[in-house]
């Protein structure tokens, strides 16, 4: 069974990319939003999540530090991704496992997934 990968970003384009560019080795899911982010969590049970830092409404450094406080999802890497020049210090202050920085290639996307999930 595929590993799911759950990927939060509210830009269409990065979402419809990135899941051509994993679903071939893994079970993909994309939302636009983290509203209902642990309503999402218990629907999709990913093994990673992508989560981009500007996503609306909370924003991906707070919607992290929820997942990372809570004992059902803390286990779950999560990996933020943004273009903010602190990309680095964000991610760590808010307990994301890894960062991406925006824009990456899909030899670097795949480096992060590989260093937390094998397929």
Not at 46 to 72: F, H, V
Request: hydrophobic share 40%; charged share 30%; glycine share 4%.
């Amino acid at each position: 069974m595929k590993k799911c990968i759950l990927i939060c970003d509210d830009d269409i384009d990065i979402l419809e990319v990135t899941k051509i560019v994993l679903q071939k080795s893994f079970k993909v899911e994309t939302l636009t939003h983290c509203n209902d982010i642990f309503k999402n969590y218990e629907k999709y049970k990913p093994d990673l999540i992508l989560m981009d830092l500007w996503i609306p409404d909370m924003g991906g450094e707070a919607i992290t530090r929820l997942l990372k406080s809570s004992s059902k999802t803390k286990k779950t890497p999560v990996i933020i991704f943004s273009a903010n020049n602190d990309i680095e210090k964000v991610s760590f202050n808010a307990g994301a496992d890894g960062f991406l920085r925006k824009p990456f290639d899909i030899k670097t996307l795949n480096q992060a997934i590989n260093d937390f999930l094998t397929i």
